[in-house]
């Protein structure tokens, strides 16, 4: 089973710094897209950044400028570097993926999210 473990979260004041990685396990034969969503508080889920496996990226308006995406494609792993944190970020983020099990067609995995509280 395609497992996605997500880390780095946890509290840190308005303009620092954390690093999230989310480690992809399991029965991979590649994995296309991954991503970082998030969901704060009273809020609907939405997209962060993703990256595709060429490296290509999108970022939502509100993190461009201050958080990057990254992957290792050897590792399985993907990151998302978030410098000058703001309040707002203070969410709930999810990992994505699409992963090919096999050549033929792709799945859509979920981690189980990691918590990341920014402070005034």
């Known amino acids: 089973q395609v497992q996605l473990v997500e880390s780095g979260g946890g509290l840190v004041q308005a303009g620092g710094s954390l690093r999230l990685s989310c480690a992809a396990s399991?029965?991979?034969?590649?994995?296309?897209?991954m991503g970082w969503y998030r969901q704060a508080p009273g809020k609907q889920r939405e997209l962060v950044a993703r990256i595709t496996r060429s490296g290509s990226t999108n970022y939502a308006d509100s993190v461009k400028g201050r958080f990057t995406i990254s992957r290792d494609n050897a590792k399985n792993t993907v990151y998302l570097q978030m410098n000058s944190l703001k309040p707002e970020d203070t969410a709930v983020y999810y990992c994505n993926a699409d992963i090919f099990p096999t050549v033929l067609s792709a799945m859509d995995y979920w981690g189980k999210g990691t918590l990341v509280t920014v402070s005034s």
């Open positions: 399991g029965s991979i034969f590649s994995i296309n897209r």
